[in-house]
């Protein structure tokens, strides 16, 4: 039964484990720091440019502090700038277009498209936070001073292009103001002509004693008349733009004075859509997926306007036919007044609202030319672009730390599962953790590039093989009994090195002066017999009975005295058929008479029926594990079988490492 053991690797054994191979260590970091300069070398220096600009809230008017006037109602800037959609704007093919054709004015449009592609591959904006208007601005370049121009003229493109914009919807509103001037002027010189033609015709100087009381509710109502007549002209108008036939798009006129601010508010986003539209055609074709997405938006929101309108003039009618009423009564109550100044209240009335509405024209087309004069960014600057001193890429301190950490981690990594996947008997501690049989001793390894000889004890050696077979002698004569004499040596299966463990402990026994004898009982491939060079007759002849006299059989080696050979002979057929002969238990029984103790190489006793034959005559087992090569699962299996034994039984481990796996245990 295997031991109760806990199976792990210390942190100071696996530590040992590392400086013992601390040249592993030292040829990784030298591989890694070589790639890392490598790396550094081939990669291109690049540097980053920063800038930061904040984006105003208020329209350009509002910050005309010099001119005095509210100019919030022009329709120059409406409405408060969205910082997402300004971050979408500069990073746009539409303005990284123009930078590119004004950085290389020479180039056609394709490569000016590939230029504006790389220019959006390499730069980035973000939004400092969410609730800021704050953007952050960065492009990377292999030279700073390209790295700050590029950036310098995307923050100047955007805002020549924002101007622009702006620009274009005023002299759009504009040119609607020269127009309807022109017309309010016909109308009141037509107005002026007609009163003044009545006035002559009827001799009509003053209307003044008319009631007071009855024209100032006449008048009020008149102004009241006035106002909402204006709104109903301003809103039939923008209706006649909506419903014109052409199916030309046109801007329409933001501040149309109407009252009612979701109409406003729609106006301002239709013509917004159809400058962006308008943009976006001046690179891509109409069939883009984006240009047609824009176009759906914005013919949905021209019908909004035109339903919003078509209310809002319903509302307003409503409202004149109230206010006309009540006028109507006040007109009535002057009835006993001359026709004439009836004729004349209707005419100056109708010349009163040309006049307002003339009046409120030309307040609004000085407006605009102040407006046209004036250039108001939508952007300021507080962090000029400005590139790094160092190159951000490649960062040097970074490969060089992780080049090191690689360098260090592969051996570590590599060890450590050396360690916990390897499924091969290592040390001493390997077979005490898993079986209860004792453990004689260990028997180094010379080394993989060293050919071991087949006989390597001599009576003087003091290297580590003859001390370690000197010390398995010592441990077998004290632990043995006076009545065991014959030691079976065996193994799981060949490669073990079972045979040149048994040469060269029966070399270690006879150099003690007793008489040993090594029987090559391996029938299947008697390498015991190769090694000793004893070719000839032997164990088989003598199981077979061509011989009776097994003295003769006995092969001893010159270089070697002390120690006598019985080999194995031409090898049979029928091994196991062979020892199953009466022959070998009386040979046995005249060789414990004839020698002190004797060793029995023999295959595999826990596979092969041979050795299972020849543990009749066996009084001690002595099981051969290698370090290396040997399954760790083998001391479990022996432990079980070696109860079926019923003779004491020993371990020897064999080409034991004599570095670092002496170090630790699992």
Not at 348 to 360: A, C, F, H, P, T
Request: some cysteine.
């Amino acid at each position: 039964m295997s031991k109760n053991s806990n199976n792990y690797l210390t942190i100071g054994d696996f530590l040992r484990l590392c400086l013992r191979r601390w040249k592993w260590f030292v040829i990784s970091l030298a591989v890694c720091l070589i790639a890392a300069g490598i790396h550094l070398q081939r990669t291109t220096r690049t540097y980053t440019s920063h800038a930061t600009i904040l984006v105003k809230e208020e329209s350009a008017g509002n910050n005309a502090s010099s001119v005095g006037e509210d100019f919030s109602d022009l329709g120059l800037i409406t409405s408060k700038n969205n910082v997402t959609n300004v971050v979408r704007h500069i990073m746009s093919l539409d303005v990284l277009m123009e930078v590119a054709r004004r950085l290389h004015p020479e180039a056609d449009e394709e490569s000016l498209l590939r230029i504006a592609q790389g220019l959006g591959a390499s730069m980035d904006a973000e939004q400092e936070s969410d609730k800021s208007t704050i953007i952050n601005l960065t492009y990377i370049d292999s030279s700073p001073e390209k790295a700050n121009r590029v950036l310098s003229e995307i923050i100047q493109v955007y805002d020549d292009k924002y101007i622009e914009d702006k620009q274009l919807l005023i002299r759009n509103t504009s040119n609607f103001i020269d127009n309807r001037l022109r017309l309010l002027e016909q109308d009141l010189d037509m107005v002026d002509d007609s009163i003044a033609s009545y006035k002559s015709k009827y001799g009509i100087t003053d209307l003044s004693s008319v009631g007071d009381v009855y024209l100032q509710q006449q008048s009020q109502s008149e102004a009241r008349i006035l106002e909402l007549s204006n709104q109903k002209a301003m809103a039939l108008f923008i209706k006649d733009m909506l419903d014109s036939s052409s199916g030309e798009r046109r801007l329409l006129l933001v501040n149309s004075g109407i009252d009612n601010p979701t109409i406003a508010a729609q106006i301002s986003q239709y013509n917004n859509l159809l400058m962006q539209l308008n943009s976006h055609l001046t690179y891509t074709s109409d069939q883009n997926p984006m240009i047609v997405n824009l176009e759906n938006e914005i013919d949905g929101l021209k019908k909004s306007i035109r339903t919003a309108i078509n209310h809002h003039i319903q509302t307003l009618d409503i409202e004149l036919a109230s206010v006309r009423g009540f006028n109507n009564d006040a007109t009535a109550k002057i009835s006993s007044n001359p026709e004439q100044a009836k004729f004349l209240a209707s005419i100056e009335r109708d010349q009163k609202v040309k006049e307002s509405l003339y009046l409120y024209l030309l307040q609004k087309k000085e407006e605009n030319e102040i407006g046209i004069t004036y250039r108001s960014s939508a952007i300021r600057i507080l962090d000029i672009p400005h590139a790094s001193s160092k190159p951000t890429s490649p960062n040097i301190p970074r490969v060089l730390f992780t080049a090191i950490l690689l360098g260090l981690l592969l051996p570590l990594i590599i060890i450590f599962l050396n360690i916990t996947l390897d499924d091969r008997v290592r040390t001493v501690a390997d077979i005490q953790q898993r079986c209860d049989l004792p453990v004689l001793g260990e028997v180094p390894s010379i080394g993989r590039r060293k050919k071991r000889k087949s006989v390597v004890v001599t009576e003087d050696g003091r290297n580590s093989l003859n001390d370690a077979f000197r010390m398995l002698r010592t441990r077998l004569e004290l632990t043995r009994t006076p009545q065991e004499q014959v030691f079976l040596v065996t193994a799981e299966g060949p490669g073990a090195g079972k045979t040149f463990i048994t040469l060269n402990l029966g070399m270690a026994l006879a150099y003690e002066g007793r008489k040993i004898l090594l029987i090559d009982g391996d029938l299947r491939r008697g390498k015991a017999s190769t090694k000793w060079k004893a070719k000839g007759d032997g164990l088989v002849e003598y199981l077979q009975g061509k011989t009776d006299d097994w003295q003769a059989l006995i092969v001893r080696h010159e270089s070697y005295p002390g120690l006598d050979v019985l080999p194995s002979g031409d090898l049979p057929d029928d091994p196991a058929g062979l020892l199953m002969s009466p022959r070998l238990a009386g040979l046995m029984a005249e060789l414990r008479k004839a020698y002190s103790i004797i060793l029995i190489d023999t295959p595999s006793s826990t596979t092969l029926v041979d050795g299972e034959i020849l543990l009749r005559y066996a009084d001690c087992i002595l099981f051969v594990l290698r370090a290396g090569y040997s399954d760790r699962r083998t001391p479990e299996r022996i432990d079980e079988i070696a109860s079926s034994w019923d003779k004491r039984t020993f371990i020897i481990l064999n080409a034991a490492e004599s570095g670092e796996y002496r170090y630790y245990s699992y």
